[in-house]
């Protein structure tokens, strides 16, 4: 079994920063591409940003220039330096992860629990 537990959320003034973490743990053979997504309160769950395991990297416009996401592709772990932040930055913010599983072979979709990013004066 695979899990992403993710870390770092919190509560940040407007044009404060916040760094976010994802780590893959489990029956992993290979991580293909991961990403952050987030779902404010009465909203659909929306791409942040995302990243293959080759370094290739995208971003809606709405974060563009402000977020970026890296990897650490040794320790299966994920990263989203989240800068210049905005009050409709305020959501829930879940880590995904697109792999093989190394007991089935068989390729998955796998969403972390969520950790939750506030950014309130």
């Known amino acids: 079994q695979v899990q992403l537990v993710e870390s770092g959320g919190g509560l940040v003034q407007p044009g404060g920063s916040l760094r976010l973490s994802c780590a893959a743990s489990?029956?992993?053979?290979?991580?293909?591409?991961m990403g952050w997504y987030r779902q404010a309160p009465g909203k659909e769950r929306e791409l942040v940003a995302v990243?293959?395991?080759?370094?290739?990297?995208n971003y809606p416009d709405s974060v563009k220039g402000r977020f970026t996401i890296s990897r650490d592709n040794a320790k299966d772990t994920v990263y989203l330096q989240m800068n210049s932040l905005k009050p409709e930055d305020t959501a829930v913010y879940y880590c995904?992860?697109?792999?093989?599983?190394?007991?089935?072979?068989?390729?998955?979709?796998?969403w972390g629990q969520g950790t939750l990013v506030t950014v309130s004066s």
């Open positions: 995904n992860a697109d792999l093989v599983d190394l007991v089935t072979d068989r390729r998955l979709e796998v």
């Open positions: 489990g029956s992993i053979f290979s991580i293909n591409t």
């Open positions: 990243i293959t395991s080759g370094g290739s990297t």
